[in-house]
């Protein structure tokens, strides 16, 4: 029994120094009401809608309606609503930046919004007619790089190049000892 426990917290420390990370989070559908683990910044909740695949938005409890980018135009949906979730919203961090200094590395721990053609979607933020809105980042293999949201006023596409990216907080696999 000693040696299975020594040998597991040798393991432990092996992924700690190698830097495996696990996520803890999930999707859950919204059901007409919000998940008690749904994360939220600023009232804004973490959603995800069907577009031209799966795009990370906005939920916004006052209107029930999830908001983001698709095709150069505004979105909503008040259906097919999926909201982030995770037990622990100190997990999560927003960190300002740009379109050419974002890094896409892997161990740069961005939180995956969704995915549009084949196109992995990370989750940004501005704060833009008064509201804060959380939409799609587009990584650099792309030509529509960058923050992509909406013009509340046009229902117009809004692209930023200055934008907070979600990040999640690095943390090793540890196994049950
Ligand atoms: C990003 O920068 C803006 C403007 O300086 C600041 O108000 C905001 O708090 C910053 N956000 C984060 C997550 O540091
Ligand atoms: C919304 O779009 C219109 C037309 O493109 C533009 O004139 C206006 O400045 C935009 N508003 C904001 C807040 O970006
Ligand atoms: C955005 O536009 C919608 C529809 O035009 C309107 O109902 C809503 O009040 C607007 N919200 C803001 C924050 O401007």
Redesign the pocket.
């Known amino acids: 029994m000693r040696i299975v426990q020594i040998l597991c917290r040798l393991f432990s420390i092996l992924l700690l120094i190698k830097g495996e990370i696990v996520h803890h989070y999930y999707w859950r559908d919204y059901m007409g009401y919000l998940p008690y683990d749904g994360v939220s910044f600023e009232g804004v909740y973490v959603a995800q809608i069907p577009g031209h695949g799966m795009l990370p938005a906005s939920f916004y409890p006052e209107t029930k309606e999830a908001v983001s980018e698709v095709f150069g135009k505004k979105l909503v949906s008040k259906i097919y609503i999926k909201i982030l979730c995770d037990p622990n919203i100190e997990n999560f ?4 930046t740009t379109t050419d200094d974002l890094s896409f590395d892997k161990s740069d721990n961005l939180v995956v919004g969704g995915i549009e053609a084949d196109i992995p979607l990370y989750v940004g933020r501005i ?1 833009h007619e008064g509201i804060w809105k959380i939409s799609k980042v587009i990584s650099p293999d792309s030509r529509f790089r960058g923050y992509r949201g909406w013009n509340n006023s046009t229902g117009t596409q809004h692209h930023s190049d ?1 934008f ?1 990216v979600l990040k999640y907080k690095r943390k090793a696999i540890s196994p049950r000892c």
């Open positions: 961090y927003w960190e300002n704060f200055n907070e």
